[in-house]
């Protein structure tokens, strides 16, 4: 498995150069979207041809909603350094916003306690070969298998209760489009809606740690998603069940992240609020965030 994963990354390597140093040369343009594209085309197919049989036998359970539900998050901060004002505003977000449903933010010494995560996954997050992004991806849909409920990245900005459209389905996610950072993703992970037993997010669950069972190393930082694309392209339930579900753009949850260190407007805000019942944010940001007048100082209360 090592070699075949060496070279695939190998493949992956050459073959985006190559049709980006082709665009170029055709064009003057290095052709960044047909890279990435190809990129997803050869993951997928790896997948589909190491990881998809985990999940060829897996059948529909059954739909249980536990009471109340619950709206799971993540944050361990590291020893020494401080929860980014950011995160705290996001996190408290969410808690004005939970309606009938538990709000749980989980760290790394409490999260075992609702998660049954395979042991080789706890060893190699452990060690520092699954880091702490693709980790909680596994998280993320362990608790949701066992538990059912929604996962909020915990830069998750809420402005509004989770919509009906959303809490009726048995899964949801938000879709990228041609207007995404990274289109080639298929769907954006930091907002998911599972109801216990849900087929969509056990098989990819399961896809998943199959995955790591193997694998020592992710092969790309959408690896999780690129997953997910993996089993609607080529598992028949799974796009039966993909395309029954209501399909909405991340687009409505990204109004604000690209505004954050911009000076705030009362007028913009209330347009930002309507777009979505939350925006991602990021606490990635290198300097500007001490400015009182941005968007970034009204979500951490500097205003």
């Not at 004005?96 to 049954?116: A, C, Q, R, V, Y």
Request: aromatic share 14%.
């Amino acid at each position: 498995m090592s070699y075949s994963r060496n070279l695939t990354r190998f493949y992956i390597n050459i073959s985006v150069l190559a049709t980006r140093l082709i665009g170029w040369l055709q064009t003057g343009d290095l052709q960044k979207s047909k890279g990435e594209s190809l990129k997803a085309k050869i993951l997928t197919d790896y997948f589909a041809h190491h990881y998809l049989s985990a999940v060829e036998m897996s059948e529909q359970k059954e739909i249980t909603v536990e009471t109340p539900e619950t709206i799971w998050q993540f944050w361990d901060q590291p020893a020494g350094k401080k929860t980014p004002e950011i995160v705290k505003s996001s996190l408290e977000s969410v808690r004005k916003f939970t309606g009938d449903f538990e709000h749980k933010i989980l760290n790394n010494t409490t999260f075992e306690n609702e998660t049954d995560l395979p042991g080789y996954v706890l060893d190699k997050f452990k060690k520092g070969r699954i880091d702490y992004t693709h980790f909680s991806d596994l998280l993320r849909l362990n608790l949701l298998k066992n538990h059912g409920g929604i996962w909020l990245d915990a830069t998750g900005y809420m402005t509004d209760l989770l919509p009906k459209y959303i809490l009726d389905e048995d899964f949801f996610v938000f879709l990228t489009d041609e207007t995404s950072t990274f289109p080639y993703s298929f769907v954006q992970n930091c907002f998911i809606r599972a109801k216990k037993g849900s087929f969509l997010c056990d098989v990819w669950y399961q896809m998943c740690v199959e995955f790591w069972k193997n694998e020592t190393k992710t092969l790309d930082y959408f690896q999780h998603q690129l997953i997910f694309k993996t089993l609607i392209f080529n598992h028949p339930d799974a796009k039966i069940l993909f395309d029954k579900m209501p399909h909405h753009s991340e687009r409505e949850t990204h109004q604000l992240i690209g505004k954050l260190l911009q000076k705030f407007d009362a007028t913009e805000w209330e347009r930002i609020q309507k777009a979505s019942f939350f925006q991602k944010t990021t606490y990635k940001i290198a300097s500007g965030t001490d400015d009182p007048s941005t968007y970034f100082s009204k979500l951490c209360g500097k205003r």
